[in-house]
């Protein structure tokens, strides 16, 4: 018996459609991997037809009055919770996350950063009207960029979309969205949801490959390219949008240091942070996964973290006591396999290391120690649920090897002293720092990175910001 596959099209302009030229591509389910849709392979005509609507439609949205944006987005908000069960399946068929998670954990998180932009469409500050030349008044306008081609990752397809979206439109600009190749059902959903809701042309999405977001990025249209993705992919990216001076916006990776003190309690500790690595298969830029541990509690705190691990479960989305799902796609299976497959002799696998079943991208839950500052695996993102440890002697090597690296994104310090606590926060070179806690998010708080993990922020009024553009007028008084 053959089950018929899904037929997931483009949105432009108001309607779905079928590439021009009517190539797609197999989408796996990564929980089965089993095909279970095919989506367009979009070309430069699918790219060329997005953008001319989205120019199109840009005028009217810029126009529309901050609180009509705010109503179309409370709208899109309040729609997302009615068709929740849809989004969650879409997910979870995109994922192979456990479907309660993807239900408490991002759905209401989603809803809620929409419903933040929406306020902020009405919040826009700046400079009062002055008189800074004699007989000249000067005003400042904040405006919308124009048309934003975004590209969306796999780790969060829902939730990295609305992390685009939400603050574009709010804004005033009109969006091209691609969600990865591997994870199209939700954001072809989303489509057809808020479709229902805003002017044909001012949400657009395509679906394809890394040459559909090259030609996303290269066009000319875009005043703005947004990216969530790897290194390699953000420098091309950046490369690319040099041509024509385009905005840039890139979220690319991290290599969370998470610093644990001596006077830190340690059952906490391995609690909290065994589940901010874990949790969503280790596949998270800000994920604890590298842990520095001051040596006079490394060898009880790598014990403490090994049994975590043996007891933390994956497993089939609907499973019980699940923390997360497999790995998103083949691709990824063969890269986090060969991190430890390539593990130095000097390392030692405290639990997992392994492929979990025969079926699905599974990885075990997994501890590596022994590990020194220039070993691949400490300086790599591994993007799996895998968490390394490597020992401290004090604070200055702490900070030494925590920044030791090319990624900025997010960090952590585990200590009982304040006064410590502040001086890792300001020394830690990363552009999140928790204490005592690591991985919670907030909207109304910016999320980004220095260095290699890009630049740009997401979420808070920050990210709101950089979706729009400043113009000064001035005026003759006389």
């Not at 179309?72 to 069960?85: G, H, Q």
């Not at 068929?93 to 950063?113: H, R, W, Y």
């Not at 990752?153 to 591997?182: E, H, I, Q």
């Not at 390219?225 to 990216?237: D, F, K, L, N, Y």
């Amino acid at each position: 018996m053959t089950t018929e596959l899904r037929r997931l099209r483009n949105y432009i302009n108001g309607e779905f459609r079928d590439a021009a030229d009517g190539r797609t591509i197999e989408v796996v389910n990564p929980a089965t991997e089993e095909v279970y849709a095919t989506s367009p392979l979009s070309g430069q005509a699918d790219v060329d037809a997005a953008m001319e609507a989205a120019a199109a439609a840009f005028p009217a949205w810029r126009d529309s009055t901050p609180a009509e944006r705010q109503k179309v987005l409370l709208k899109i908000a309040d729609a997302f919770e009615e068709r929740a069960e849809d989004l969650i399946a879409a997910e979870v068929l995109n994922t192979g996350k456990p479907t309660a998670l993807v239900a408490s954990e991002e759905v209401p998180p989603m809803v809620d950063q929409i419903r933040f932009f929406a306020g902020a469409a009405r919040m826009l500050e700046g400079r009062s009207a002055g008189e800074y030349m004699e007989g000249m008044t000067s005003i400042v306008r904040r405006e919308p960029v124009g048309v934003c081609a975004q590209v969306a990752p796999w780790n969060y397809p829902m939730m990295m979309a609305v992390w685009k979206f939400a603050p574009a439109l709010a804004a005033g600009n009109t969006v091209v969205l691609k969600p990865s190749d591997t994870t199209p059902a939700s954001t072809v959903l989303m489509a057809e949801i808020i479709g229902q809701i805003v002017p044909k042309g001012v949400f657009n999405v395509i679906c394809g490959d890394r040459e559909t977001g090259k030609a996303m990025v290269e066009h000319p249209t875009p005043a703005m390219a947004s990216i969530t993705g790897s290194v390699r992919a953000g420098m091309q990216v950046a490369e690319s949008a040099a041509k024509d001076v385009k905005r840039v916006h890139l979220e690319l990776g991290g290599k969370a240091p998470v610093v644990v003190f001596e006077d830190t309690d340690i059952d906490k500790a391995v609690e909290d942070i065994s589940v901010a690595g874990y949790f969503n298969a280790g596949q998270d830029c800000t994920a604890a996964t590298r842990v520095l541990v001051h040596e006079s509690i490394h060898d009880e705190f790598v014990a403490a973290l090994a049994k975590a691990a043996a007891e933390t479960k994956t497993g089939q989305p609907d499973d019980e006591d699940v923390l997360y799902g497999p790995l998103n796609n083949a691709n990824q299976l063969r890269q986090v396999s060969g991190f430890i497959e390539r593990l130095p002799a000097h390392a030692k696998v405290e639990s997992g290391g392994h492929r979990v079943g025969d079926k699905g991208y599974f990885y075990a839950p997994t501890v590596v120690s022994g590990l020194k500052q220039d070993d691949e695996i400490i300086q790599n993102e591994v993007f799996g649920p895998v968490i390394t440890v490597q020992s401290f002697t004090d604070e200055a090597q702490a900070l030494e090897y925590a920044n030791g690296i090319e990624y900025a994104l997010a960090s952590s310090v585990w200590t009982k002293d304040h006064a410590r606590a502040m001086r890792m926060s300001k020394a830690l070179d990363f552009g999140c720092v928790w204490i005592n806690t690591h991985i919670p998010l907030v909207a109304e708080m910016p999320h980004g990175g220095y260095k290699k993990s890009g630049y740009g922020k997401d979420l808070s009024a920050y990210g709101f910001e950089d979706y729009t553009r400043i113009k000064h007028v001035m005026t003759s008084l006389s």
